[in-house]
């Protein structure tokens, strides 16, 4: 891994002074489509950011309606489990048939106690990428980052649940010094444990990353780590 004493802000590919530029490969990356496409629902996680939060009756019904609408499609939903409420919404849901619950926490070994009260089998975890959430926000380096999230991780497998790795912002982050070590190391944890690691990106900043031509900075692809 590529530690650095300062954050690589990526400047020339995310200026202050002008949109993002976008640079195009001579050559198109072919789209490996998987045999089957669901849905992970985040109405109770990312949905409650916009609003005021949902009331508990508020979350039964829209879970109803999912169960209606999504059939086979929507397979999970992702909940908080900070309060109370989000508790108490938890277990209902769980109660009624419909896509499974699970639930969203940050790389915090306080968080996991509180999901892992619920009963859910998976939860999604923030696993920051770039060096503007590492530096920045969580004022960590990289190398503690990495430990940070892989023994948040490992606890979560030994805890019983399937982790979720949420690798956010990650089109402004370092791919070859931080995002690919980092995925390396959570395939280690996988294959040593026995449980599969999904990896999910997540945080695009004006970039045509669906676009086969369009190069990095970033990429938009869920990787499954299986235990292999």
């Known amino acids: 891994m590529l530690d650095r004493a300062e954050p690589n802000l990526l400047r020339e590919d995310f200026p202050y002074n002008r949109i993002p530029p976008i640079r195009f490969e001579p050559g198109a990356v072919a789209q490996a489509l998987p045999a089957e496409i669901w849905i992970t629902d985040t109405t109770f996680r990312d949905g409650q950011q916009a609003r005021a939060p949902y009331t508990v009756e508020q979350i039964v019904r829209l879970y109803d309606l999912l169960a209606e609408l999504g059939g086979p499609l929507i397979r999970q939903t992702e909940f908080f489990a900070y309060t109370p409420a989000d508790r108490e919404a938890i277990a209902a849901c769980q109660q009624r048939p419909g896509p499974e619950v699970t639930t969203w926490m940050r790389a915090s070994l306080e968080d996991l106690k509180g999901v892992a009260a619920t009963g859910v089998k998976e939860t999604g975890i923030l696993v920051s990428a770039s ?36 690798l956010e912002d990650l089109t402004r982050a370092d791919l070859d010094g931080f995002v690919a070590p980092l995925v390396t190391a959570l395939q280690e944890l996988s294959r040593d444990a026995g449980v599969a690691v999904r990896c999910a990106a997540t945080g695009p900043v004006l970039h045509a990353q669906s676009w086969g031509r369009a190069g990095a900075p970033g990429m938009a692809r869920t990787q499954r780590l299986s235990p292999r």
Do not use: S
């Not at 926000?137 to 649940?161: F, N, P, S, W």
């Open 131 to 166: 060096d503007y959430h590492i530096y920045l926000k969580m004022h960590r380096t990289r190398r503690q980052a990495l430990d940070d999230y892989t023994r948040v991780v490992g606890a979560v497998i030994e805890a019983g649940l399937r982790p979720r790795c949420h």
